[in-house]
């Protein structure tokens, strides 16, 4: 998963896509990290997917390109943005995200 994620970044695929990706993982890559025998979170779903069953994936989506919005929101420079959103929040986007489980 490092490899992939890092050769998305390095390629720029990442913010052209949203961030949006998702990794099949078999059993034995999360065994050293959790016990696969406790689910943690369940989601619903409003189509059968039972074709899911027993498959582990790392799925990543924001939803929101940041790039996307900083051009929205009428600034030139990333940077900049981040740190106006420091002074009127407080937060940074990571710490903004974090809290909202965004």
Known sequence: MIETTSNLYRL?????????IS???SKDELIPYLN??????GVSMT???TFLAGKYYIVTESGKII??????EGYDNISYF???LKEKYGKTPKEIRDKNDL
């Not at 720029?12 to 949006?20: A, L, V």
Request: charged fraction near 30%; avoid cysteine; glycine fraction near 10%.
């Open 23 to 25: 990794y099949l993982l």
């Open 82 to 84: 981040y740190r106006n």
């Open 67 to 72: 790039s996307t919005i900083v051009e929205k």
């Open 12 to 20: 720029g695929w990442d913010e052209r896509n949203g961030g949006k």
């Open 36 to 41: 696969v025998n406790n689910v943690v979170k």
């Open 47 to 49: 189509f059968d997917a």
